[in-house]
C-alpha cells in the first residue's frame, strides 16, 4: 500500500505446539497538508499479504508449511455478537443476505464504505471470504490465525479491522473502518499480530498470550459475580424468553418470590449453594425506547423500589437497557431530534427494525416502516445524557448488572455533528456508559454487553453475548433460508457458542445466552435442550436461564436433575472441538478423558472410533489414549456399527475414555 508503511518484529512465545508470533505494525506515510490528511472516504486498506510470507515468518521449521497446503476451512468471527460465528468448509462461502427487511443488513455488515477493490477483486465479491477482529484458516488441525490488536495496546484506540481472504490466489487483505478518520504522518493505522497453532487448545493459548495481557485489569471487577473456584463462572435468571417483553411488576415479583422455592437449576445449582446469582428485567419496564424511566402503567412501584426487593431476596438486581437507540415516536427524541445520527442528506441513519419500536409511516417515521434510530455519539450533550443516564440506573435505581444491548448501532456511520471517526465516539460513549464499577454504596456493578461491536468494545466490555439471541425454537426457516446470520434460534446461537469458544477467558467472558429446561411455551425437544444446557456449561462461563419458577413441574424437576448431574460427572474439565463442517462437531477434553460428537445440522453423520482416538491423542497427548481403548457413551445420542459411530440430528453425544487391556 503506497500510503502505509510497515514494520514487523518476531517473538518466540514459548507456548507449546505454537509457531513464532509475529507483531505487524501499519503506519501512515500517504500525503498531508499542513500535518494533516484529508478524511478518509471508505474503509482504508492497510495490507495485502499471501498465506505463504506468513508462514515464512511463523514457523521457523519450514517443513510444517506443507500441512498449511491446499483448502482450508476459514472463521472470521462476525463484526458484532449477532453475526455468524462458526466456520466455513473448504471450498464454502458464507452466503449472501436476502435482504427482505434492508434494516437488518446494519447488523451483519461491516460497517462504513467498502473499499472499491482489494486483491485485484471488488471488496463485495462473492468469492471472498471476509471477517473481522480475529480470523483463523485451519488445515485439520493446523491453524494460521491473524489477531488484530490496535484496540487495546499502548494505549491507543485503532479502528476496527476486516480481513479479506481469497481462497483460489492464497491472499490475504486488512482494511479498517477509517471512515471520517484524519491522520498525521507517521500515525499507527492498524496492529495485527500473527501465529501458527498446532491444535485447538494451542489456538486458545496463543490467543491468551495476545489478549490475555489485559485480562486482569479488564476481568477483575467482576469477580464478585464468580460462582466457581477455578475460572470466572457468572449465573442468572432473567424475563426475556419465557415473558419477552410482556412484562409487569406483578408478574416479576412472582418470579422473584418463587425462584428461591422450586428445584429449579438457578436455586439447585447456585442459590442453594450460597453462589452469587443475578435476576434481570429485561425489555418491557421502559415507559420507551429513549424514555428510560419506568413505564407507571405496568411498574408502579418505580425501579428504585423493584432494585431493592431483588436485593433483599439476596440476587444481584440486573437491568436491560439499549443506551444509544431510539424510537422517533419517544419523548425523548421529539426534544432532541438534533441528537439524532444523520446521512449526508440530512435523514436520520436508521440502526434497524422492530415492530415495537418505531412507527410504520408518518411525521415520526422518517425511515423505512418500524425502524429504530441511534444517537449522534459526537456530541458532547449526548454523551453527558449517557452519563446522567448511568447515574441513574446505578446510583439512584442501583441495579448492579447492566445489560447494554443494540451497542452496534453506536459505530454505524453518518455525518456527525462534529466530523471525525465513528470508533472514536464509540470508544468514548463505552467508556462513560462503563466506568461506574462501584455504586455509591460501595457496591460492585457490572456491564454485559449485547450487540457488540466485538473488537471496539471488548476492552471496555468484557462480559459480553457471544451470539446471536438463541430461541425457544430451533431454528426460524424463513431467515435461514433467506441467509440472515443474525436471527434468533437455538442452532444459530449455538454455533456461535462453539465458534467463539477459544476467545473464552481471554478476549471475552462469554455469555451464550439461556439454557431452556421447561415444557411449556417450547418446541424443543429434550435432546435439544442437553445440547444447549452442555454446549454454554463446557464452551462458555455463563448459565442464564429465564424458565417460569412459579409453574415449575415435575417433569422440568427430572430433567434438571439430568441436567445438574452431568454438570457435577463434566466439573472441572476444559473441552475443545474440531469442525467436521459449518454445522458437526468432534469435541474432546483435555485430560484425555472424554470426547464426543455434536450435530446441529438436519443429517447424521459418522466418525470412525480410529478418528476419534487421534485426534483426542493429538490434543491432549494421553499415552494411554491407543486402539485399545473403550468408548462408554455417557450420553448415546448415536447408532454404532463396525467402530462407527453415527450422530443423529440436533444432538450430542459424550463417550467416557476407558483403558483397554
Known amino acids: 500500500m503506497r500510503d502505509i508503511e510497515q514494520t514487523r518484529s518476531v517473538r518466540s512465545a514459548g507456548r507449546k505446539n505454537c509457531g513464532l508470533f509475529v507483531d505487524f505494525s501499519f503506519n501512515y506515510n500517504g500525503p498531508v497538508e499542513n500535518g494533516f490528511s484529508s478524511p478518509d472516504k471508505e474503509n482504508r486498506v492497510a495490507a495485502e499479504m499471501s498465506i505463504e510470507s506468513l508462514l515464512d515468518v511463523c514457523l521457523p521449521d519450514s517443513s510444517k508449511k506443507k500441512m498449511f497446503s491446499g483448502d482450508f476451512f476459514f472463521y472470521g468471527s462476525g463484526w458484532q455478537s449477532w453475526g455468524f460465528g462458526g466456520e466455513l468448509s473448504p471450498g464454502e462461502h458464507l452466503k449472501k443476505y436476502i435482504p427482505l427487511v434492508p434494516q437488518w443488513k446494519q447488523y451483519i455488515t461491516f460497517p462504513g464504505k467498502w473499499p472499491s477493490r482489494v486483491l485485484g477483486k471488488n471488496s463485495k465479491s462473492s468469492s471472498l471470504l471476509r471477517g473481522q477482529f480475529v480470523c483463523y484458516l485451519r488445515w485439520k488441525n493446523n491453524y494460521l490465525v491473524l489477531c488484530s490488536t490496535g484496540a487495546f495496546e499502548n494505549g491507543e484506540t485503532l479502528p476496527p479491522v476486516q480481513f479479506y481472504v481469497d481462497r483460489k490466489s492464497r491472499n ?6 477509517s471512515d471520517g478518520k484524519i491522520w498525521q504522518r507517521g500515525e499507527t493505522v492498524a496492529r495485527l499480530c500473527v501465529f501458527t497453532a498446532e491444535n485447538y487448545f494451542a489456538l486458545k493459548d496463543g490467543i491468551n498470550l495476545v489478549y490475555g495481557s ?3 485489569s479488564r476481568f477483575d471487577y467482576l469477580r464478585f459475580l464468580n460462582c466457581s473456584d477455578e475460572n470466572l463462572k457468572f449465573a442468572g435468571w432473567e424475563s426475556w424468553y419465557n415473558h419477552y417483553a410482556d ?8 418470579d422473584l418470590d418463587f425462584l428461591g422455592k422450586t428445584e429449579n437449576i438457578i436455586n439447585r445449582e447456585y442459590t442453594g449453594k450460597e453462589k452469587p446469582v443475578v435476576f434481570q428485567v429485561d425489555d418491557g419496564w421502559e415507559k420507551g425506547l429513549g424514555d428510560w424511566d419506568a413505564w407507571k402503567e ?5 425501579m428504585t423500589n423493584l432494585a431493592s426487593s431483588i436485593s433483599e ?17 419517544s419523548d425523548f427524541a421529539q426534544s432532541h431530534k438534533d441528537w439524532i445520527l444523520r446521512d449526508k442528506k440530512g435523514k436520520p441513519v436508521a440502526a434497524g427494525m422492530n415492530f415495537l419500536w418505531g412507527g410504520s409511516f408518518g411525521a415520526n417515521q422518517p425511515g423505512a416502516p418500524w425502524s429504530y434510530f441511534c444517537l449522534d455519539l459526537s456530541r458532547d450533550e449526548v454523551v453527558s445524557y449517557l452519563d446522567d443516564l448511568m447515574e441513574k440506573v446505578v446510583n439512584d435505581w442501583f441495579f448492579r448488572y447492566i445489560k447494554l444491548d443494540f451497542m452496534f448501532a453506536g459505530m454505524i456511520y453518518g455525518k456527525f455533528a462534529n466530523g471525525g471517526a465513528a ?3 464509540y470508544d468514548r460513549a463505552v467508556k462513560t456508559v462503563t466506568k461506574r464499577t462501584l455504586n455509591k454504596k460501595g457496591e460492585r456493578v457490572a456491564y454485559l454487553g449485547c450487540g457488540i461491536p466485538f473488537e471496539s468494545s471488548f476492552s471496555n466490555l468484557p462480559l459480553s453475548r457471544i451470539g446471536p439471541d438463541t430461541k425457544e425454537d430451533w431454528d426460524v426457516g424463513y431467515l435461514s433460508r433467506l441467509h440472515f446470520t443474525a436471527r434468533t434460534g437455538a442452532k444459530p446461537n449455538l454455533q456461535s457458542t462453539l465458534g467463539h469458544s477459544f476467545w473464552d477467558q481471554s478476549i471475552f467472558i462469554n455469555d451464550p445466552d439461556v439454557i431452556f429446561l421447561r415444557y411449556e411455551n417450547i418446541s424443543l425437544d429434550d435432546n435439544e435442550k442437553l445440547l444447549i444446557a452442555l454446549v454454554n456449561r463446557l464452551f462458555a462461563s455463563q448459565i442464564m436461564h429465564s424458565d417460569d419458577p412459579v409453574d415449575f413441574s415435575p417433569a422440568e424437576a427430572d430433567f434438571t436433575s439430568t441436567v445438574t448431574d452431568l454438570y457435577s460427572v463434566l466439573d472441572g474439565e476444559e473441552f475443545g472441538l474440531v469442525n467436521y463442517s459449518s454445522e458437526t462437531y468432534m469435541i474432546f477434553s483435555k485430560s484425555g478423558r472424554y470426547c464426543g460428537l455434536i450435530n446441529l445440522s438436519e443429517k447424521p453423520f459418522t466418525v470412525s472410533k480410529e478418528e476419534m482416538i487421534r485426534q483426542v491423542n493429538e490434543v491432549s497427548g494421553s499415552a494411554y489414549v491407543n486402539e485399545k481403548v473403550e468408548l462408554e457413551p455417557l450420553i448415546d445420542n448415536i447408532v454404532t456399527a463396525d467402530d462407527l459411530y453415527t450422530s443423529t440430528k440436533h444432538t450430542i453425544t459424550i463417550f467416557r475414555i476407558l483403558e483397554g487391556e
Do not use: H, T
Open 172 to 177: 490475504i487483505a486488512v482494511s479498517v473502518y
Open 214 to 216: 489485559c485480562e486482569d
Open 247 to 254: 412484562i409487569n411488576e406483578k408478574l416479576i415479583q412472582e
Open 298 to 302: 405496568r411498574f408502579p412501584g418505580g
Open 313 to 329: 431476596k439476596g440476587y444481584v438486581p440486573g437491568l436491560w437497557i439499549a443506551p444509544f437507540i431510539v424510537d422517533m415516536r
Open 423 to 425: 470508533y472514536k465516539w
